[in-house]
């Protein structure tokens, strides 16, 4: 396993090259109504770390681009998320074309995942440290 200071270190690297997609999706999740929670961005979780994570719901956001779509990449993402569930983790993932060309989709299937509907009212998330 990679050791915590070399996975932070990864994550503090990724944070300063975001994507342009990455950046556009978290401009939005800052201002998304979540009293009492937030989302992290290039948050390191066990040996992996993920493009965006809500701690309060244990969710995690991933964006893919087009290389996802090849054999090896595809096998590690399936490997990856595989290991996000045994742990007690949602994993939602979305290319960047739906970025690009649906992002109020986007933000509202997220919207969903955090309180279970579209007409939902927002509830306090209460961050449980593990």
């Not at 990679?2 to 999740?29: C, F, G």
């Not at 066990?46 to 290389?67: S, T």
């Not at 939602?92 to 299937?109: G, K």
Request: proline letters at 5%; aromatic letters at 10%.
């Amino acid at each position: 396993m990679v050791s915590t200071s070399i996975r932070r270190a990864a994550a503090k690297k990724l944070r300063a090259d975001t994507t342009p997609h990455e950046r556009m999706l978290w401009r939005v999740l800052k201002d998304l109504p979540m009293d009492g929670s937030h989302f992290r961005r290039q948050a390191p979780i066990g040996p992996y770390v993920v493009d965006f994570f809500c701690p309060a719901k244990r969710l995690i956001i991933e964006l893919d681009g087009g290389h996802h779509n090849e054999d090896d990449t595809a096998k590690r993402d399936i490997d990856r998320q595989l290991w996000f569930e045994r742990e007690g983790y949602r994993a939602i993932r979305f290319w960047n074309s739906e970025i690009a060309s649906d992002l109020m989709a986007v933000l509202e299937r997220i919207y969903i995942e955090l309180y279970g509907s579209r007409e939902a009212e927002t509830q306090p998330l209460k961050h449980r440290r593990s």
